[in-house]
């Protein structure tokens, strides 16, 4: 994906397509495009943040880490999203508060501090996508936390990988990956897939878990 073809499909979105001509002018002038092709972290807990992020192509994993050293998951960044944190920052002179990491082949436009609030203060769409961001964000972070309280750590497995799953049933991520997302360690992923494993509900390959019956694992995501 070149600068014209990102610059494009950023323009597609509905929040964009929707600016006016002057807004429009505003946006091509300031924004940034920043590609990347592996799992990078971007942002530090601690950072300060020069812009709001938008996910043009791909995703990111928005995280913290225990102080344990364990990651845990808190919510991804789709395309067409802004970060809610970020923006939070840049309207409050705040310092970013987790980590964020981009997924493989994930482009993201980061919009100048000064060049968003103005677009906020004009452009009814900018005002429309900061507060479809803020609900977005309070969503997420209440079902994780209801996950996180109603569901054992096994059926929270479960139902990962049934939501991530891609269309050919598998799930390409590393244990290590695993536990960063839901906040444990590789050696307890390991141990509660060698029992879905064992129960015949999911198969194990390098890079990758296969679900080979998803009738039983959702059964198993339902367990409390």
């Known amino acids: 994906m070149d600068s014209t073809e990102a610059m494009g499909g950023l323009k597609a ?21 920043n590609y990347f092709d592996e799992l990078k972290t971007i942002i530090n807990k601690g950072n300060s943040v ?24 808190l919510y991804f960044i789709n395309p067409g999203e802004v970060c809610i944190l970020a923006l939070n920052c840049i309207f409050n002179n705040l310092q970013y508060p987790a980590w964020v990491q981009t997924e ?35 969503f997420r972070l209440m079902e994780e936390l209801e996950e996180i309280h109603s569901l054992n750590l096994n059926a929270r497995l479960a139902k990962f990988i049934l939501l991530r799953g891609v269309a050919d049933g598998q799930l390409r991520m590393t244990q290590s990956e695993l536990a960063a997302h839901l ?41 409390e």
């Open 183 to 223: 906040g444990t360690t590789r050696e307890v992923i390991a141990k509660l897939l060698r029992k879905l494993v064992a129960a015949g509900s999911v198969k194990t390959l390098r890079g990758s878990i296969v679900i080979e019956n998803p009738e039983l694992l959702a059964r198993m995501a339902a367990r």
């Open 13 to 33: 979105l509905d929040v964009f397509r929707d600016l006016s001509v002057c807004g429009q002018q505003m946006l091509e002038c300031g924004m940034q495009l």
């Open 50 to 73: 020069s812009g709001a992020y938008v996910v043009v192509r791909g995703r990111l994993r928005v995280y913290s880490i225990s102080p344990g050293g364990n990651e845990a998951t």
């Open 104 to 138: 493989p082949d994930t482009c993201v436009g980061m919009i100048p501090s000064l060049t968003y609030r103005t677009l906020f203060q004009n452009e009814p769409s900018i005002q429309n996508l900061t507060v479809h961001a803020l609900s977005v964000l309070v």
